[in-house]
């Protein structure tokens, strides 16, 4: 007979456990980015090329914009993954 109100308040004792384990919930922080992050220079209007020079001109200036948006982009994957090693 009293191991049966030990077993019971085991039971009772387990079962509260394991309902407050699962009920508590942590809400992860949010990262907020600098709104320049998500900006980067325009591309070039390819319609102004005309000569070869303009062509050049076109070309670094489009590899600039590239270079722009590829910097900012390892900088957030920096945020979400951890720096690279």
Known sequence: ??????????????????????????NPSRITYPSDMFIC???PDAAKVGTDNDLSVFVAELFGA???CKSKLNKAG???NGPDK
């Open 1 to 26: 007979m009293p191991y049966r109100k030990l077993r019971n308040a085991l039971i009772v004792t387990l079962c509260g456990w394991s309902l407050t384990a699962c009920s508590h919930t942590s």
């Open 41 to 43: 220079k325009d591309a």
């Open 66 to 68: 590239h270079e722009d």
């Open 78 to 80: 920096e945020v979400v």
